[in-house]
């Protein structure tokens, strides 16, 4: 494998989209509410790509330049086998062409398959929940603070947010409630945290939250930051309700595809300045193109002075480094600055360290599929942990502790546990959903052998995941 080109569909950026289409729902009668597109494919056949215009949960209007000899061949009433592509994913499905006005042609989903409509789901949620955002009478709402004004927003599905305004309109405080998460943003601290509430303590109706509700994560939950973020791109709210909260979340999403957290455990990186070959500084975290260190006992001064650049070693993993860093910040806990290749070297030993981990920190445990499992799974405890892009791991532990089945998927890679046998698969042209065990063969190409790369970077993701020690135990014995 080509660790680079992982890291990079780790981090890469897709197109960004524009707010809703204003499509005036009240005045047409339409059974689904249809979002505006600026990204989204569509393929007739062996016809296209051709622009989607915009989509709903029933399907989807698309445009055949005037110019394209396909703009005759397309008729209402026609069916077509088509492909559909959202963002990085690609399914497919079959399309009765509706209606057409010049160009332009809508058609609905035909038979639509459960994975495919839980992806459209997935997809448009955020977007309608963004679209339905407004301000309402705040004056019920208790605060006691007369030189702050008190704001409130509400959406779809319990969606608010509550922001607080000096006189002078400044922002001093602001809270974002989504689904079951919760986002939070101090002006006087530049504290922000995001939450979700605790299973046993689920949220009802509207209003505040009370914090003992809430468990704060360390490392901000990859979904939160990115659902958080399509649904304010998607609300026509006032830019001091929106702008501070969506630069916040763009910010820390940033950070989350590219920075790994060292954790209490790792074998920790370590920096060593030339010139102090007894002098080792311990790495907190590393991105692509930044590193920060903890403080030494002795302070900033021992280290450098901020705008230094520093010259030296870096140690990942039993791989030395040669980098430069240039230093930014400060605090006493932490240095951090830039990293810089020292020279044309170093650059696959980076990408191979930061690659599994990176997609390891972003898994998060969600609410397992019991419904759609198979019956052998029933005496299993059944965990499903959701990370970046069409990232995954399912796990049916049984109460031996050993794995009854499970699967991987990251990229286009899958790894398979099932029957006692370790299999592997490629998903050229599709993606594997989290929540359906059946893997959609028609997409998929069996490996004759399970490549070298696999099971190291399967067991280097599991380490760095805060996943249940069974989870991890289990899988350890397969992969080695």
């Known amino acids: 494998m080509v660790f680079k080109n992982l890291l990079n569909w780790i981090t890469g950026r897709s197109p960004e989209e524009s707010a809703p289409e204003p499509t005036q729902p009240q005045r047409e009668r339409r059974r689904f509410q249809r979002i505006g597109l600026e990204d989204g494919l569509v393929w007739l056949g ?106 409130w927003f509400q959406g779809e599905e319990g969606t608010q947010i509550f922001l607080w305004q000096a006189l002078d309109g400044e922002i001093v405080r602001e809270e974002y409630y989504f689904l079951d998460y919760i986002i939070t943003w101090n002006q006087e601290t530049q504290v922000f945290q995001t939450g979700k509430l605790r299973s046993d303590k689920g949220k009802s109706g509207f209003g505040r939250v009370d914090p003992s509700t809430v468990v704060f994560f360390k490392v901000p939950s990859h979904r939160a930051v990115r659902m958080g973020r399509k649904i304010l791109e998607c609300a026509a709210l006032p830019l001091e309700a929106r702008d501070q909260m969506l630069a916040n979340l763009i910010r820390e999403e940033k950070r989350l595809y590219q920075r790994y957290i060292i954790r209490a455990g790792d074998r920790a990186p370590r920096f060593t300045p030339d010139g102090h070959p007894g002098r080792h500084l311990v790495v907190a975290n590393l991105s692509v193109g930044g590193i920060a260190f903890l403080t030494p006992e002795e302070g900033l001064g021992a280290v450098g002075k901020r705008g230094e650049l520093l010259t030296g070693r870096l140690e990942l993993d039993g791989n030395v480094v040669p980098i430069h860093t240039r230093i930014i910040y400060a605090t006493g806990q932490m240095i951090g600055g830039t990293l810089e290749l020292a020279g044309t070297a170093g650059g696959d030993e980076i990408a191979r360290f930061l690659a599994p981990r990176l997609l390891g920190q972003s898994l998060e445990e969600m609410p397992s599929p019991l419904e759609e499992l198979p019956q052998s799974f029933r005496s299993s405890r059944v965990y499903l942990h959701v990370g970046l892009h069409n990232t995954h791991v399912i796990s049916a532990v049984n109460p031996d502790r050993n794995l009854l089945a499970g699967r991987i998927a990251f990229m286009d890679h899958i790894l398979v546990w099932e029957h006692g046998t370790l299999t592997s698969w490629k998903c050229p042209g599709g993606i594997v959903f989290p929540r359906d065990w059946e893997l959609p063969l028609d997409i998929l190409e069996r490996e004759a052998a399970i490549p070298e790369h696999l099971r190291g970077i399967c067991a280097e993701m599991l380490e760095s995941a805060e996943l249940p020690t069974e989870v991890v135990t289990a899988w350890k014995k397969v992969l080695s």
Request: contains cysteine; aromatic residues 8%; hydrophobic residues 40%.
């Open 46 to 151: 062996e016809q296209g790509p051709f622009p989607v215009l915009n989509l709903s949960y029933g399907g989807l209007k698309f445009e055949i330049p005037s110019e394209h000899p396909g703009n005759g061949a397309v008729s209402v009433g026609q069916v077509f086998e088509a492909s559909v592509q959202l963002e990085n994913v690609r399914f497919a499905t079959t399309l009765k062409i509706c209606n057409r006005f010049d160009t332009v042609f809508g058609c609905s989903f035909v038979g639509l398959k459960p994975a495919a409509s839980r992806l459209i789901s997935e997809f448009l949620k955020p977007r309608i929940i963004g679209a339905s955002m407004t301000e309402i009478d705040g004056s019920r709402l208790q605060h006691h603070d007369p030189s702050l004004r008190m704001r």
